[in-house]
């Protein structure tokens, strides 16, 4: 069965509000989970390292208060889409390794859309 | 040169066929290889996960890994359509925590 979860699994929002979208290892503890973004036909582009206790590590070109990051305890973690536009329509995923393993587990997405 | 290079297809093959799905790197560091699957809107799925070079077996699947060559291949056997879907390498190296993927091949298996 799964072992991530990721909440809410599709979201519509208007241009200039905000979006939560949650990540939660279901059957392990996650120091590190990892947030991508992926356009249609398109790889995983990785956004950032969400680090339980400290701040997130954030690839390049990825601006860092408009993607937050929390990882509020070692089974969730949070991104936050400030201040939202259009372009910021995508399909968004998370994913988790184990603590003994090196393979990462992947949330089932979340799709979303700014009108 | 990307770290990692993968045909992103589309592929199509008739039911029953076997397939071959290749990805080749760069980093002669990479020591762990996965094979994702990934279905249209959905998140990726662990399908194989091998250390270092030699084969792997599950069900109707094969992973290989040639770090002589520095190319790793997944096969599928007997395939169905229900294996239509995207295929995603991944690899960690020994030092780093980072998975670097390859972007995907689609995969058709027609009926």
């Known amino acids: 069965g799964a072992v991530v979860s990721q909440h809410p699994s599709r979201v519509i929002c208007k241009s200039g509000t905000s979006v939560k979208i949650e990540c939660r290892s279901l059957d392990f503890q996650a120091t590190t989970m990892f947030w991508y973004r992926q356009f249609p036909k398109q790889s995983l582009m990785l956004m950032a390292t969400s680090n339980e206790g400290s701040k997130a590590t954030y690839e390049q070109g990825v601006e860092k208060d408009k993607f937050l990051i929390n990882h509020a305890s070692l089974t969730l973690s949070t991104l936050t889409v400030t201040s939202a536009h259009p372009e910021d329509s995508s399909f968004y995923i998370c994913s988790a390794p184990r603590t003994t393993e090196i393979a990462q587990y992947f949330g089932p997405g979340t799709r979303l859309l700014v009108l | 040169q990307k770290e990692v290079e993968q045909d992103p297809g589309p592929l199509s093959v008739p039911e029953g066929a076997i397939v071959s799905l290749n990805c080749t790197y760069s980093?002669?560091?990479?020591?762990?290889f996965m094979w994702y699957r990934q279905y249209s809107r959905k998140g990726p799925e662990l399908l194989m996960y091998t250390y270092s070079s030699g084969n792997k077996e599950d069900g109707r699947f094969t992973a290989q890994v040639d770090k002589s060559s520095k190319y790793i291949s997944l096969f599928i056997r007997d395939s169905q359509p229900s294996d239509s879907a995207t295929y995603l390498c991944a690899m960690v190296d020994t030092g780093g925590f980072k998975t670097i993927f390859g972007a995907g091949t689609r995969l058709f298996v027609k009926a």
């Open positions: 980093n002669s560091a990479f020591q762990y």
